[in-house]
């Protein structure tokens, strides 16, 4: 019986149901809150039901992926060097998301029409103070964004304990910055319903709120990949994608401190 043995240094991926699963789930979460928004019977249900084929869809598809990596050896440098040419075009994708919202703030407050007054914060709107909670945000931020690029350092010097506990600290710190942000919008004196301003400061700070969430699990991940001993000096590219997102969401959080909070209160 023949052997066959690979004369290339790519992965050619197995058949595999989560894509079409995950479709799926997309399509009911969509299919469910457009229900439930317009009162229909069911609708909770089954967006409640798509959410839960995403999140599983996002376990069973990752587990594959870090045993393709780590276990059966399919990510060579070629490999790991066209997943470092995707994550660039997801980061690049998700700058576009955030240029819409940094572009419909601007529109509306850069010459702000008579419907709301002519005038910046709109008539009525209370703003945060820019140098309370969001500072502080931004401080929080800016040092996980030092303790993530330590972690990296460690990784690369073999120094595993050292990137156990700056791992650790920026998750903690990435949790503390999401309560901040809760309670800032728990005591928030407008709702994303008041105006345009209302609806472009939730948006665009929910959606940045959002993305911390998806990459503190991201880094949650590569600890316990970090505990198990997966990645090596030469061979841990799902932790610099995880640090790449991270500095993104930092950047994105510095424009959105000066754009919004700072100079879109005054």
Known sequence: MSQH????????V??????IFASLGALSTTVGMVMYMHGYLGGELLASCGF???????????????????FQGHHTQTVQHGLRYGMILFIV?????????????????????????????PKGIEVLNPWDIPFLNTVILLTSGASVTWAHHAILA??????????????VLAMVFTGLQVMEYIEAPFTITDGIYGSTFYLATGFHGFHVF????????????VFKMHFTKQH????????????????????????IYWWGGN
């Open 158 to 171: 073999g120094e595993r304990s050292q990137a156990i506990w700056s791992l650790a600290v920026t998750i």
């Open 14 to 19: 197995d058949p595999s149901p989560w894509p």
């Open 52 to 70: 839960s084929m995403i999140i599983y869809s996002m376990y069973v598809w990752w587990r594959d992926v870090i045993r393709e990596a780590t």
């Open 236 to 259: 841990h590219f799902g932790f610099e994608a995880a640090a790449w997102y991270w500095h993104f969401v930092d950047v994105v959080w510095l424009f959105l401190f000066v754009a």
């Open 93 to 121: 994708s998700e700058i576009m998301f955030f240029f819409a919202f940094f572009w419909a703030f601007f529109h509306s407050s850069l010459a702000p029409t008579i419907e709301i007054g002519a005038m910046w914060p």
């Open 5 to 12: 043995v690979q004369k290339h240094p790519f992965h050619l």
């Open 214 to 225: 998806v990459g503190t699990v991201f880094l949650l991940v590569c600890l316990v990949r």
